[in-house]
């Protein structure tokens, strides 16, 4: 049994611990906890054999002999003390033990060599560019405010925003074809950080019919009218609308503010609409805010994530922190939450 790195102290004849022993091994497993004993080559080897089904195809794919895989991988499971690969007659098959450390270890050769990238980049005077994916509703003011910022700083930035919904920016991260995220909701497998609560308002044209009825509006009146329903993530900005859209009365489907407002404008309907966006629309006039019987306003919380490609000290980890900070002070507060429950009203869409 490899021993290496055990702290094994023995007392002596007068009770005291033998402490040259326990400070050379106290040093050694210092030392092996400081510098990984497994080389990068190594893991790159275990993923050729669970690549390319076993010894033979890894063998033909990397032009090197087999016994040179099984020794790397005999000393892999040797340094590592637990069984990766199990042979079935002819076949290799991985362990379970051997599946939680496939995929660990895929991050680490992923994160090596975006490092290397990083290295080749800073070599040439300049950066990767980051590739953002955000969903609309987010102020596109904030972006641009910590672009100018870091901008203001020397910084070498280079930036691709796409904005897109919920489902094509889980894709586009689990593809590590983006490195920061903003979405109306977390990301599977990833983690993400609380970024801004954005309040929406039910809002519709001021000579809108609806602020002709003398009570508060009901989800019966609004269903009457033409809904205007913008997507903003996995499900649309409006807590009672798919109800109406499963009985077929009338909506338009918007992926754009401003096929939103145009449609508002010309008097069709109501829509629900993030604050920040349509204050200046009620500070004109033109639409005001419904004052419906279960409240006017509800927030949707958005999160920032960074994807497998972003390593400390990158451009796109300065601009995570730098776009945190510069929401965090200038993001405009959300407004009371609604007085009905929104969980339940919101449960089929």
Not at 184 to 198: H, P, V
């Amino acid at each position: 049994m490899d021993t290496i790195g055990q702290m094994d102290v023995k007392a002596n004849k007068d009770g005291n611990s033998q402490h040259q022993g326990f400070f050379e091994n106290s040093e050694i497993t210092q030392f092996n906890e400081r510098t990984p004993r497994i080389s990068l080559k190594q893991w790159r080897l275990f993923h050729a054999v669970i690549d390319n089904d076993g010894f033979v195809g890894a063998a033909n794919k990397l032009h090197i002999s087999q016994s040179s895989i099984s020794h790397a991988l005999a000393k892999l499971q040797d340094q590592l003390g637990v069984p990766l690969l199990t042979l079935k007659g002819r076949k290799a098959q991985i362990t379970e033990d051997g599946k939680i450390l496939l995929a660990r270890s895929r991050d680490l050769l992923r994160q090596a060599s975006q490092l290397e990238k990083l290295g080749e980049f800073l070599r040439l005077g300049a950066e990767p560019h980051i590739r953002i994916v955000v969903e609309p509703s987010y102020p596109a003011e904030l972006l641009i405010r910590t672009f100018h910022d870091l901008s203001g700083r020397s910084e070498k930035l280079r930036l691709n925003v796409t904005e897109t919904d919920f489902a094509e920016i889980q894709q586009l991260m689990n593809q590590d074809e983006a490195d920061l995220a903003i979405s109306t909701g977390t990301l599977s497998g990833f983690a993400s950080n609380k970024l801004i609560e954005l309040e929406h308002i039910a809002i519709a044209h001021s000579d809108s019919p609806l602020f002709r009825i003398n009570r508060g509006i009901t989800d019966e009146d609004l269903a009457r009218c033409l809904q205007i329903m913008f997507r903003v993530g996995s499900h649309d900005t409006e807590p009672f609308g798919m109800r109406r859209l499963a009985r077929g009365l009338p909506a338009w489907k918007v992926t754009s503010l401003d096929s939103a407002e145009d449609a508002l404008r010309f008097g069709l309907g109501y829509a629900w609409l993030p604050r920040y966006r349509v204050q200046g629309w009620l500070n004109d006039g033109w639409v005001r805010i419904l004052p419906l019987d279960c409240g006017a306003s509800y927030t949707v919380q958005m999160y920032l994530t960074r994807g497998r490609s972003v390593v400390p000290g990158s451009s796109a980890q300065r601009f995570a922190d730098a776009l945190q900070a510069v929401t965090n002070e200038h993001a405009i507060r959300p407004g009371a939450r609604p007085a009905c429950d929104m969980g339940s009203a919101m449960a089929g869409m």
